[in-house]
């Protein structure tokens, strides 16, 4: 189930700082709704988004900067890195030798107490993924991951070597905030996985990129929590 780590910008970073989960959801600042004709949205290009990766316990600050990309008419990329700040320089080339083969970056890179990790994702004019790097493995999606998309949803996330899972999500929105439950779908012949629910809270802007998100993932191996703001 590792390549295929439901929360993608958030499990890669907090892993890597081995920080403890929350104990409460984060404040979900509304943006636009279910009303709005999400198709119809082009967002800019050149545009850079910060998030912070937020935690009750985490020792150490994350941060995430995406740079968007239009490279078609709904097709973009967003590209950037993830910024580790670890309180002590300490054993840093051993670390960052260590990460690179768990997330298979060759480009990870240290300055000073920081490490540097490239990170991306390719998405369509809703945000929806078709593919991301960020969890260190590219992951395919088809036809996307089914983000912000109302009602059910199912869609397939494929990892590098082919394998692939099929999902299934139920979206709701209600002013501005948008719940969604992800699950394995039931209807498919899936690889021996945990039975895992995610369960979102999120918000996004009036280009449909994301603002804050929370997210609950329970499995037979417990329960984790996670949250993502920008700044």
């Known amino acids: 189930?590792?390549?295929?780590?439901?929360?993608?910008?958030l499990v890669a970073g907090l892993a890597l700082a081995g920080c403890a989960t929350t104990t409460a959801p984060i404040e979900i600042r509304p943006g636009i709704g279910s009303d709005v004709d999400?198709?119809?949205?082009?967002?800019?290009?050149?545009?850079?988004?910060?998030?912070?990766l937020e935690n009750a316990g985490a020792p150490v600050p994350i941060e995430m900067r995406l740079t968007s990309r239009r490279r078609g008419a709904n097709n973009y990329t967003y590209n950037g890195q993830m910024v580790v700040s670890l309180?002590?320089?300490?054993?840093?080339?051993?670390?960052?030798?260590?990460?690179?083969?768990?997330?298979?970056?060759?480009?990870?890179?240290?300055?000073?107490?920081?490490?540097?990790?490239?990170?991306?994702?390719?998405?369509?004019?809703?945000?929806?993924?078709?593919k991301s790097d960020i969890t260190g493995?590219?992951?395919?999606?088809?036809?996307?991951?089914?983000?912000?998309?109302?009602?059910?949803?199912?869609?397939?996330?494929?990892?590098?070597?082919?394998v692939a899972v099929s999902l299934i999500?139920?979206?709701?929105?209600?002013?501005?905030?948008?719940?969604?439950?992800?699950?394995?779908?039931?209807?498919?012949?899936?690889?021996?996985?945990?039975?895992?629910?995610?369960?979102?809270?999120?918000?996004?802007?009036k280009n449909g990129v994301l603002i804050d998100m929370y997210i609950l993932r329970n499995s037979g191996a417990g329960r984790s929590e996670f949250a993502i703001k920008r700044k």
């Open 137 to 162: 493995d590219v992951t395919r999606y088809t036809p996307h991951d089914c983000f912000a998309v109302l009602g059910t949803c199912r869609y397939k996330a494929i990892d590098s070597s082919g």
């Open 169 to 205: 999500s139920e979206t709701t929105e209600e002013n501005g905030v948008w719940r969604s439950r992800t699950k394995l779908d039931p209807r498919a012949k899936n690889p021996d996985l945990p039975n895992e629910t995610r369960r979102s809270v999120f918000s996004i802007d």
């Open 87 to 130: 309180p002590q320089a300490e054993n840093l080339e051993e670390i960052t030798k260590v990460l690179k083969g768990i997330l298979g970056k060759s480009s990870i890179r240290v300055q000073g107490n920081q490490l540097f990790i490239p990170v991306g994702l390719t998405a369509d004019n809703r945000f929806r993924s078709t």
């Open 1 to 9: 189930m590792s390549k295929f780590k439901a929360t993608l910008i």
């Open 38 to 52: 999400l198709d119809a949205l082009r967002p800019p290009t050149g545009v850079t988004y910060n998030f912070i």
